[in-house]
């Protein structure tokens, strides 16, 4: 492993976050070529969580732009403060001024910065925009986004061309509820997040919950492994073991029984039909499976 890369995984590591080369060095390329990073993976498996670690990592702003159905273009890159704008003009009006009006309330201190602009804006070093679960914007805001990456600048007609003095680290996250456009994936570097394997989730569950025990660890993530095998509507993520992990801490449990798993099931499974398909008898033979192998050293 180069140097540069296995200093960025010990930085990751230090924020906690367990990440193999695959992942760290797609980060490093993301950065040293200025690309955006298209980050696909089933829900919990840590795509968010990249981005909020690396402007750790990088001592920068992150900058979040939450992507919803009809998410629109004011929303996330500018509007102009109307409020304080019609104030300023009763003032000036009332001061006598006639001329400078539109001058006036059309400058920077009117407008206020969503998102995208905001990346663009930040002065004094590169920040860490994240634009989480862009598969649920709509194509249209897909083709402007497209847009803004090519170049990071945004006119306005009040003020002109904005340009980025320092371009942002971008991370693009995806749940594959739409596909995205092909325009976009080509302009972005590209990275797919498996769920972990057994030794990297007991990894995952060690740093997150500090002071679990190695037999209730080992077992937590040997049954969350399991019911992954399952034919469910919504697996669990990490997301999910963490918080059973610390549920099982909460509840004074140092291993897993067959009662408590049944209780605490919720902070697994998160859809109904997978809560009725999981009844009790299934969930005892998954601790009998995940207690099977507590002595087996893992």
């Not at 209780?263 to 009844?279: S, Y």
Request: glycine share 8%; charged share 30%; hydrophobic share 40%.
């Amino acid at each position: 492993m180069r140097p540069e890369i296995a200093r960025l995984q010990g930085a990751m590591r230090e924020f906690d976050y367990v990440a193999e080369p695959s992942i760290v060095i797609a980060v490093h390329l993301g950065r040293a070529m200025e690309k955006p990073l298209l980050v696909e993976g089933d829900a919990g498996v840590g795509k968010t969580e990249i981005a909020k670690v690396m402007a750790g990592v990088m001592g920068a702003e992150l900058i979040r732009l939450q992507c919803y159905e009809g998410l629109d273009v004011n929303t996330a890159l500018y509007e102009w403060n109307y409020q304080k704008q019609l104030l300023r003009l009763r003032i000036a009006v009332g001061e006598g001024r006639q001329d400078d009006l539109e001058d006036l309330i059309f400058s920077r201190r009117y407008l206020l910065e969503r998102p995208l602009l905001r990346a663009i804006t930040v002065p004094d070093r590169s920040p860490v925009l994240l634009i989480d679960e862009i598969d649920r914007a709509d194509e249209g805001f897909e083709a402007f986004l497209l847009e803004v990456l090519s170049d990071f600048q945004v006119t306005i007609p009040e003020l002109g061309t904005i340009r980025a003095a320092h371009r942002p680290l971008v991370i693009l996250t995806s749940n594959r509820t739409r596909e995205i456009g092909d325009a976009l994936r080509r302009r972005c570097l590209y990275l797919y997040i498996e769920h972990p394997s057994f030794d990297k989730e007991i990894e995952i569950i060690r740093a997150k919950v500090p002071g679990i025990a190695e037999r209730l660890a080992a077992e937590i993530t040997r049954f969350v492994q399991e019911l992954r095998g399952r034919r469910l509507m919504k697996p669990p993520g990490v997301a999910e073991t963490l918080d059973w992990a610390r549920a099982l801490i909460t509840l004074h449990r140092d291993r897993l029984d067959a009662e408590t798993a049944n209780e605490t099931l919720g902070c697994l499974v998160k859809d109904r039909h997978d809560m009725m398909q999981l009844d009790g008898r299934e969930v005892g033979r998954l601790v009998e499976v995940a207690g099977a192998g507590s002595g087996d050293g893992r």
